[in-house]
């Protein structure tokens, strides 16, 4: 069984750098055919692709936050990450990591709320 | 951002069918399949329907999914109680060449 663990800070303030780690169990991050994904959901708000990592290391970004996004994997953790710059409170959001195969995402993590205050 | 239309609410009441309706366009849900995720309060979403009408194991019959040109729809027969959820459509977009959601239904059971 697969399963993704969000995990970092609960707070971070405004202008700093937001940093996120989706551990992986029951899989590899660096085998198959997977997009190893960013999704976010602001309070009370829909759910929004941030980015993905390919299995390969080939990475994509939503365009509306590519410059301040970077996402990457760390095999040797069996993790990826997320990194995000300049943060503002428009930025708070529960953060998911998921796995995209095969045209869906099949596995989700349990979220972690980040809210950008001072 | 642009993102998959969907009514902001729908009801219904014990034992009713319900539809859900998922507007895209050409780069998305016209080229591509269509998944369903169901979110309970407080939850991750969950895989509901995959390839425009599969269900994972699990997911009961009374959950169906459909897709005709640009436009995709969930259906729910028999609703239940439990039901009551957010329901999100999603296909990957390839403009965006990532993941399009869309804005969400909110399914109250009267």
């Known amino acids: 069984q697969v399963q993704l663990q969000e995990s970092g800070p609960g707070l971070v303030k405004p202008s700093e750098t937001l940093s996120l780690t989706c551990t992986v169990s029951?899989?590899?991050?660096?085998?198959?055919?997977?997009?190893w994904s960013w999704i976010r959901q602001p309070p009370g708000r829909g759910l929004e692709w941030v980015a993905y990592?390919?299995?390969?290391?080939?990475?994509n970004y939503n365009p509306s936050l590519k410059s301040r996004v970077t996402t990457s994997g760390d095999t040797s953790k069996n993790q990826f990450s997320l990194k995000m710059s300049s943060v503002t409170a428009a930025d708070t959001a529960v953060y998911f990591c998921?796995?995209?195969?095969?045209?869906?995402?099949?596995?989700w993590g349990q979220g972690i709320l980040v809210t950008v205050s001072s | 951002q642009s993102v998959l239309t969907q009514p902001p609410s729908a009801s219904g009441t014990p034992g009713q069918r319900v539809t859900i309706s998922c507007s895209g366009s050409?780069?998305?849900?016209?080229?591509?399949?269509v998944n369903w995720y169901q979110q309970l309060p407080g939850a991750a979403p969950q895989l509901l329907i995959y390839?425009?009408?599969q269900r994972p194991s699990g997911v009961p019959d009374r959950f169906s999914g459909s897709k005709s040109g640009t436009s995709a729809s969930l259906a729910i027969s028999g609703l239940q109680s439990e039901d009551e959820a957010d329901y999100y459509c999603a296909a990957w977009d390839d403009s965006l060449n990532g993941v399009l959601f869309g804005g969400g239904t909110k399914l109250t059971v009267l």
């Open positions: 990592m390919h299995s390969s290391g080939r990475t």
């Open positions: 390839s425009n009408n």
């Open positions: 029951g899989d590899s991050v660096s085998g198959g055919n997977y997009y």
């Open positions: 998921a796995r995209w195969w095969v045209r869906k995402f099949d596995y």
């Open positions: 050409s780069s998305n849900i016209g080229t591509n399949s």
